[in-house]
């Protein structure tokens, strides 16, 4: 019986360190040439208080990475341990990948970015080519009918 438990708590536990982060982001600079995507995390659904804005991260986003519209899934428990939040999972392919038109206006001034939920690699991956903190997946989110544009 201890044989057992301890093998089921190993396989939980690289379980954990395979899957990644996930994180809900707006993606506010996207540069294709180099890989890379600028985002901010943190505040939604909250006042913002105009003195404590996000900062600003850049990260490499892998190579094969995928890039896909997000589709909110209501049969997934989301959020924080399933207490809260939403469950996304991948959609269509963007198949330009970051050179899509959804990550073509981030350079105006007046864009807001793009809503997506990213996953990042939680530990380095030589087969793949991956490094921690890489971006694995981009699942972009279209609030369409809301604002300018549906965003």
Known sequence: MRRF???AIATFGFVGLVMGEELTVVITKVDASKNTITYTKGGFGKKKDDTQKPEPVTANVAKGAKIAEGVIDPDAKGGKGGKGGFAMKAGDDL??????????????DDSKGVFARITTADADDAAKGVKKGDVTQILTV????KGKGGN
């Open 5 to 7: 438990v301890l093998a």
């Open 95 to 108: 198949k330009e990948g970051l050179n899509h038109e959804v990550f073509k206006n981030l350079s105006k």
């Open 142 to 145: 279209n609030f369409k009918g």
